[in-house]
């Protein structure tokens, strides 16, 4: 059954609502309650602000450091892992190439055009246990057998990278490899390699003369992407605690007026219930 109220009663709720809610709002228990959700408000927009932090990410090693070229075994040292923080260093070093330890990597890229590499084994002067490192001497179109490589002292300013995941089932009779991985290489060589390889930019003699290699093609690899690269995924995450935050505060706010507006039922059944139990009717005269 629905209890009547009269009209002087909404006019009063209207006009008096925001100062109840007000008051509602003070009570110790919604004061704490407050508290709580602006401790789990700041929480989360501290998360939100680290997802969006996160969100960029930056280049492991500026170009302004992997560009100027610094000795190779001061570097990188024999059998430790190529990290990030150490790939991509443009590299000097000097040795000589082992004659007869061509491999052909394919297919590779250049100007749009298939082809493969041509990598040598080179014994790099000073490394402990004699080791060497794979050179990408360079780029030619086909798989044919490539020219000698150069003899003598040589001089190598190139590019440092990561080596690649080795070839599995690789078929030995077939003169190409499909990846450039030191493993691999050193398995082939029976040598003892630096991880990772390098692309020989320039190469001297002994006494600064460039080095020519007629068929070949130098192979120039730029540095990293230096723009920083934007994770949406972390993007979603920052704004997913933006809202948490203010859900918070919602749900505090709804619980609030929940209890007001419990109080006010409250009210409205007291006031009901004196009404009808008043002997006056409604014109002021008492009831027969």
């Avoid at 120039?220 to 918070?248: C, H, K, S």
């Amino acid at each position: 059954m629905s209890i009547s109220r009269p009209a002087h009663f909404y006019f009063y709720s209207q006009s008096k609502y925001g100062g109840r809610v007000l008051k509602t709002a003070l009570k110790p228990q919604w004061l704490l309650a407050l508290l709580a959700a602006l401790a789990l408000a700041t929480g989360f927009v501290a998360l939100s602000g680290w997802q969006f932090g996160s969100s960029e990410s930056e280049p492991l090693v500026k170009a302004d450091k992997t560009e100027v070229a610094v000795p190779l075994t001061e570097h990188h040292q024999v059998g430790t892992e190529l990290l990030g923080t150490v790939a991509d260093q443009i590299v000097t070093f000097s040795g000589e190439f082992v004659a007869g330890s061509d491999e052909l990597i394919a297919p590779r890229l250049h100007d749009g055009a298939k082809g493969v590499w041509v990598v040598t084994e080179f014994t790099v002067d000073g490394a402990p246990q004699d080791a060497a490192i794979a050179v990408v001497r360079g780029w030619q179109p086909d798989a044919s057998a490539p020219a000698p490589a150069p003899e003598g002292e040589l001089e190598i300013t190139g590019r440092l990278l990561p080596s690649e995941g080795p070839e599995l089932g690789h078929d030995v009779r077939n003169p190409v490899l499909e990846t450039l991985a030191s493993s691999q290489l050193s398995n082939l060589w029976d040598a003892t390699l630096y991880e990772g390889f390098v692309t020989a930019h320039e190469m001297k003699t002994a006494d600064g003369a460039a080095v020519e290699q007629p068929g070949l093609t130098r192979v120039f690899v730029g540095p990293q992407p230096q723009e920083a690269q934007v994770n949406w995924l972390n993007v979603f995450y920052g704004i997913e605690w933006v809202v948490f935050a203010g859900f918070a505060l919602f749900l505090w706010y709804r619980m609030v007026r929940d209890d007001y507006q419990r109080g006010m039922e409250e009210i409205a059944e007291r006031a009901a219930q004196a009404h009808q139990n008043d002997p006056r009717d409604d014109d002021g005269e008492a009831r027969s």
